[in-house]
């Protein structure tokens, strides 16, 4: 298959089985299990058709082997579709590896070449695993003027607390702010602890006004 745009997809196998019992599959990307196991347990008829999904599989843009993988026997599988994963929601939490895509000056801007923790993403945004709670990745390495973007959906108008989850090893000040669709919405957010780069705190401005609908933050 041929991906045309970096980013996450919900993986939907259609299913049916006359078969008691848990049936289960698997999808692999390049040899790789990106969905772990998508199991059912409905037995309603042959012909009898459901849907199993996982959501917010990564999928880089290029050309890929897909394969499903029966892991039990006793279902029939009608189709696999790949769809994008609606956009995410606030409020809520923003994994900032996860920018839009697009490349650069769409997804993000990053001043110096190439992915310097070597993690997650291929292009020029620098990446690495995280110690914090929860684990995952963190973007590092940052120049004053580099930033990432999101495609967002407020589900509801109101007011809210942004809050960045920050580390630094740099005496002084540091700061970032918060764009909504190109304009400024909470001024400075400054910190000056340097306990480290894995020594993680909460950065908060409060009461900024989100109307609701889609919005690029």
């Not at 049916?16 to 049936?23: D, E, L, N």
């Not at 963190?138 to 108008?157: C, M, P, Q, S």
């Not at 909504?180 to 480290?196: E, L, R």
Request: charged share 20%.
């Amino acid at each position: 298959v041929n991906v045309t745009e970096h980013g996450h997809y919900d993986l939907t196998a259609r299913v049916a089985s006359a078969v008691p019992g848990t049936k289960t599959l698997h999808v692999e990307v390049d040899g790789v299990n990106v969905t772990g196991p998508m199991s059912f347990t409905d037995a309603s008829g042959w012909q009898v058709w459901r849907d199993v999904v996982a959501t917010r599989v990564r999928l880089t843009a290029g050309p890929h082997t897909l394969r499903v993988v029966m892991d039990t026997g006793g279902f029939n599988l009608n189709y696999l579709k790949v769809t994008p994963t609606p956009l995410p929601t606030l409020p809520g939490r923003l994994q900032v590896e996860d920018y839009k895509p697009g490349g650069a000056g769409v997804g993000y801007v990053d001043t110096t070449a190439g992915n310097a923790g070597g993690a997650y993403r291929s292009d020029d945004v620098d990446i690495e695993p995280t110690q914090d709670i929860g684990g995952g990745f963190n973007v590092g390495w940052i120049k004053a003027g580099e930033w990432l973007a999101f495609d967002v959906n407020v589900t509801r108008h109101g007011h809210y607390d942004l809050t960045a989850r920050v580390a630094s090893d740099v005496p002084g000040t540091k700061t970032l702010h918060v764009e909504v669709d190109g304009v400024d919405v909470t001024g400075p957010m400054s910190f000056t602890d340097a306990s480290g780069w894995q020594v993680w705190r909460d950065v908060a401005v409060t009461g900024v006004r989100l109307t609701r609908g889609p919005h690029t933050l």
